[in-house]
Structures are given as C-alpha cells and as structure tokens.
C-alpha cells in the first residue's frame, strides 16, 4: 500500500499563512454556506426549494400534491429545511405556508439558474 506523501523542496509560507487567514476570515460564511448546501443535496429537498422559488410560498398538501408524496414524507422534509434556517412559514387560519428566507435566495438562485435555462442540465456536461 503506497502512502500519501508529499514531495516539495521548501514550503511557501505565505500561501499558508495567506490560507489560514482566508479560512479565518470567512469561518462564519463558509459554515452557513456548507449548511445551506449540504440540506439542498437531498433531491427531494432541493424540488421543494425550486418550488418555493418558482410560487413564491406553498403549503405542505400543495408541494404533497406536486411531488405526489404523503404529506408525512414532504413535513419532514420542510422541518429539515425550516430547522436549517432556509424557510420560514406564514400561518393562514389552519394553513402553514412556507416560503425561502430572502438571506438564503442568493446562493439558491445561483443553482436554480443551472436548471432554469433548458430545464436540464447538459447531459454532455457533468458539475461533478
């Protein structure tokens, strides 16, 4: 088994320090940005947020009817989302409607913008 190694003849310290210091710097941004990312990564999740974007709010028994999942699978999902600080809710009579946070659209526009285009990505092309 071949180990992981590392052949240089002298490091370059500021590139390091430089490093660090980015990484300090933006410590706050970063944590919330992987935050907001790593709850897009589910599929499901990620149809709710293009949903939210495209109507603005929508109740749980709406997306429930759109994604044609029980209305226990879809609440889930929105706790998920809700408890990560990416939706907020809005309550009419007995009805809870969810919306986006507008902190959050920004970084979630970037992506639905790789959607919204041809409604697909190039499947000649890969992100990964």
């Known amino acids: 088994m071949e180990k992981n190694i590392c052949i240089r003849l002298s490091a370059d310290i500021k590139k390091i320090n430089e490093g660090k210091r980015l990484l300090q710097e933006n410590k706050k941004s970063i944590e919330g940005l992987?935050?907001?990312?790593?709850?897009?990564?589910?599929?499901?999740?990620?149809k709710i947020l293009y949903l939210l974007n495209a109507e603005d709010e929508l109740c749980v028994c709406?997306?429930?009817?759109?994604?044609?999942m029980k209305?226990?699978?879809?609440?889930q999902h929105l706790r998920k989302l809700k408890d990560g600080g990416i939706l907020g809710l809005r309550?009419?009579?007995?009805?809870?409607?969810y919306y986006i946070k507008k902190l959050q659209l920004p970084v979630l526009e970037t992506c639905f913008?790789?959607?919204g285009n041809k409604g697909e990505l190039n499947?000649?092309?890969?992100?990964v």
Do not use: C, H, M, W
């Open 62 to 68: 709406d997306l429930s009817d759109i994604l044609e």
């Open 34 to 46: 992987t935050q907001v990312l790593g709850l897009t990564a589910n599929e499901v999740r990620f």
């Open 113 to 115: 913008e790789l959607i």
């Open 91 to 97: 309550k009419e009579g007995p009805t809870y409607f």
């Open 123 to 127: 499947k000649k092309e890969s992100l």
């Open 71 to 75: 209305i226990p699978a879809v609440s």
